[in-house]
Nanobody
Framework: QVQLVESGGGLVQAGGSLRLSCSAS????????MGWFRQAPGKEREFVAS????????YYGDSVKGRFTISRDNAKNTLYLQMNSMKPEDTAVYYC????????????WGQGTQVTVSS
């Protein structure tokens, strides 16, 4: 079992920046690929970014490429999402998730943190 707790959400103006954190506890953090997802009201959940256990391979959704950066600190069991040049369409609840390296499914999810970008 892995427990995930997101923090760092809030209100920011368009063009501004926020950094989200996701603290993990439970099983060994490095056994998991980690990801960020988001869900806006009335929309389906959207993939934002993911990072392999070693931190050397990352993937991004098209809508955030070049603006968001995912990173992880395995010593601190923490996942980050640096969000720059934010847009109103980035407004959503952001979730971190953990995928065991032996599966293709994100099994553990945090409770989410609200991010609101004003125009």
């Amino acid at each position: 079992q892995v427990q995930l707790v997101e923090s760092g959400g809030g209100l920011v103006q368009a063009g501004g920046s926020l950094r989200l954190s996701c603290s993990a506890s439970g099983r060994t953090f490095t056994n998991y690929l980690m990801g960020w997802f988001r869900q806006a009201p009335g929309k389906e959940r959207e993939f934002v970014a993911s990072i392999w256990w070693g931190g050397d391979i990352t993937y991004y959704g098209d809508s955030v490429k070049g603006r968001f950066t995912i990173s992880r600190d395995n010593a601190k069991n923490t996942l980050y999402l640096q969000m720059n040049s934010m847009k109103p369409e980035d407004t959503a609840v952001y979730y971190c998730a953990a995928r065991p390296v032996t599966t293709n499914e994100y099994v553990y999810w945090g409770q989410g943190t609200q991010v609101t970008v004003s125009s």
